[in-house]
């Protein structure tokens, strides 16, 4: 029985506390907070920025979501890999993607 008891307690020694779920959820909130206002700073939103710091703030929020609530980044690093690797692959694609059809893209919202 104290086996168990050891393996118990050593599998949630590795898990985040309260007080690092209330950290997660105040920079989750900071972060939406400057998402939601910076569309109504007008000299940022018609910036060429404002779309790509868009993009790095959402994935740094998928980022920390996925490491914290999903546990990534206390469970073993095979499972770690198992989601980070498809991920890297399908971003990698979908960037690869909207360099091939940018300009078909912008060819159709033009009218042409």
């Known amino acids: 029985?104290?086996?168990?008891?050891?393996?118990?307690?050593?599998?949630?020694?590795?898990?985040?506390?309260?007080?690092?779920?209330?950290?997660?959820?105040l920079f989750l909130t900071i972060v939406t907070i400057v998402e939601i206002s910076a569309y109504y700073i007008k000299p940022w939103e018609q910036s060429a920025i404002y779309v790509p710091s868009m993009i790095?703030?959402?994935?740094?929020?998928?980022?920390?979501?996925?490491?914290?609530y999903m546990h990534l980044k206390y469970d073993n690093k095979l499972f770690r890999n198992l989601f980070v690797g498809p991920l890297?692959?399908?971003?990698?694609?979908?960037?690869?993607?909207?360099?091939?059809?940018?300009k078909v893209a912008i060819r159709i919202s033009s009218g042409q």
């Open 56 to 68: 790095f703030m959402s994935a740094v929020k998928f980022a920390v979501v996925c490491a914290v």
């Open 88 to 102: 890297v692959i399908a971003i990698v694609t979908c960037v690869g993607l909207l360099f091939l059809f940018g």
């Open 1 to 25: 029985m104290a086996h168990d008891t050891a393996a118990h307690d050593d599998a949630h020694a590795h898990h985040p506390t309260a007080k690092t779920y209330l950290w997660t959820a």
